[in-house]
């Protein structure tokens, strides 16, 4: 059998393989300089910047660097992000540290597995989500009407922000789970704040705690967290425990609206794996959507004539003040151009990366000019970046770093129409992991952008700044929210 020095040698010759460019770094081996630089990048809401300008200072698209003794290839180039995603995908998985740190309280579903397990999860999801591709909208109004009434009508500022957050979580359970948390009904009893209390803890532990005390408790058991994972797995296990007695008794004629839970309980019987996919989705489902939303109201205000045009859009398509069905939805380009756009500035999952489970070639990021094939050892890391990806300036033109969402209709944007960027938009990721809930968050984020737009007259921007400033965890959003001032029609 070849060593593994061998096969590398092998590999090489192979696919013409030439050393990454690497970043100069004063500490090379432990990488503590950077780390550091990174760190603070972070604190001042500037770490998506500080990568995009790493490889444009470098003039590369692929560079190597060490962090804390750890390699990791940087990458915003679509032919790489594609070979990991598509082409190339049993090479790659998802990642040990993400792996252990979403099972501890989400269990095994489909965001933490892999291989047949992850393929499994995968099958028994994807007809739920077929299903439900073609939104229930009038589930939707419910919520978009309690958000409406959440808001002041005569201009008074308000963060949108928070507000997104329970329609969408008020949503997705409904949608899910058959039953909804009404966080947004002033009526409903309060009985999800716990549960949401628990989510957040369980994605960020001790997150407040900054200090040098954060690294000692990194090494005690955590009894919060285990106390926030029995939250969570008790508010979901009872509504699957009453969704079961309650199908013992249900007819088969009675119709009944689709839901998710219904659909997996008709699948398997095994409520543990019922619990574990819907916490799996439930974290994947939740903030994003609210998180596209409050990036869409933070940029619209600054832009009257794209309010101004959509307005127009909705006045074709719509002749009444009656809520958007699905289908006008569907048609207004003017409005997925938006949705489009804000991913495209402003990607909800700005970063992320996959691990190599053999050695493996990239098509690009070799040689001094970055064209040539790279040699990935197995256990690398590598990250790609689809903030820089979205605005480099040889995809998207000149006016990458413009809020314009008119770059997507055919024949308006002089430099790149039709602009078709395949692999270099990447807004929900690619290959055979593509986001499952794709089109129902476009649905849901589409609906209350034309709910919002038919209720209010006026929309001013309240940004304490006004430029977006990156609030980046897992996900990412703006940092001051969507402050706004709206009067009502
Ligand atoms: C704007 C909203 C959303 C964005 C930007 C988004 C983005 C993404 C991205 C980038 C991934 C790939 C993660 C990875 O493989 O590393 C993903 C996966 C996933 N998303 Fe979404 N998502 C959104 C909304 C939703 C919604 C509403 C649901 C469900 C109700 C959902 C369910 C999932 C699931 C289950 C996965 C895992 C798929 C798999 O690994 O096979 N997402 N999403």
């Avoid at 594609?82 to 040990?96: N, P, Q, R």
């Avoid at 008790?234 to 009453?242: A, G, H, L, M």
């Amino acid at each position: 059998e070849a060593t593994t020095g061998a096969h590398r040698r092998a590999l090489i010759k192979q696919h013409g393989c030439l050393p990454p460019r690497k970043v100069k770094q004063r500490d090379p081996i432990l990488g503590i300089d950077l780390f550091l630089s990174n760190i603070k990048a972070y604190k001042e809401h500037r770490l998506l910047a500080f990568w995009q300008s790493a490889l444009t200072d470098y003039n590369a698209h692929t560079l190597m660097v060490t962090i804390l003794g750890q390699t990791i290839y940087f990458t915003d180039d679509p032919e790489n992000v594609k070979t990991m995603l598509a082409t190339k995908f049993d090479d790659w998985s998802i990642g040990s540290v993400r792996i252990a740190q979403f099972r501890a309280f989400l269990g095994m579903g489909i965001f933490t597995n892999e291989g047949p397990a992850w393929k499994h999860s995968r099958d028994l999801l994807r007809p739920c989500f077929e299903r439900s591709q073609v939104a229930d909208v009038s589930m939707m109004e419910k919520h978009t009407k309690r958000l409406v009434e959440m808001i002041p009508k005569d201009g008074t500022t308000v963060d949108l922000a928070p507000l997104f957050h329970q329609l969408t979580l008020d949503v997705s359970t409904d949608h899910l789970l058959g039953r909804s948390t009404n966080s947004l009904d002033p009526k409903a009893e309060d009985n999800c704040e716990e549960f949401v209390e628990a989510f957040e803890y369980c994605q960020n532990p001790a997150k407040d705690n900054e200090s040098w005390f954060r690294i000692l408790t990194l090494f005690l058991p955590d009894r919060h967290f285990n106390r926030c994972v029995r939250i969570l797995q008790k508010f979901v296990d009872d509504i699957i425990e009453s969704e079961m007695s309650s199908r013992a008794t249900k007819s088969e004629s009675t119709p009944q609206r689709y839901v998710l839970l219904d659909e997996l309980l008709s699948q398997t019987d095994d409520p543990r794996r019922v619990r574990s996919e819907l916490l799996n989705i439930l974290l994947a489902g939740r903030d994003t959507t609210a998180s596209l939303l409050t990036n869409i109201f933070w940029e619209l205000p600054h832009h009257p004539e794209i309010m101004e045009r959509l307005r127009s859009e909705m006045a074709e398509h719509m002749t009444g003040p009656e809520p958007p069905t699905y289908e006008q939805l569907k048609d207004m380009k003017y409005l997925k151009a938006i949705i489009t756009e804000s991913q495209r500035m402003y990607p909800i999952v700005p970063q992320n990366s996959r691990e190599a489970t053999r050695d493996t070639v990239l098509p690009r990021g070799g040689g001094p000019d970055g064209t040539w094939p790279l040699l990935i050892p197995k256990g690398a890391l590598v990250s790609w970046l689809s903030y820089s990806m979205h605005r480099r300036p040889d995809i998207y033109g000149a006016d990458a770093e413009t809020f314009n969402p008119s770059r997507w209709l055919d024949g308006e944007h002089h430099e790149s129409s039709p602009l078709r960027p395949q692999w270099g938009y990447l807004p929900f990721n690619g290959g055979p992991r593509i986001c499952i809930g794709q089109q129902f968050a476009l649905t849901e984020t589409a609906y209350t952008v034309v709910r919002l737009m038919q209720e209010f007259a006026t929309m001013e921007s309240r940004d304490d700044d006004d430029v977006w400033k990156e609030k980046l965890s897992i996900t990412c959003t703006s940092l001051g929210g969507a402050k706004v001032g709206l009067t009502a029609f």
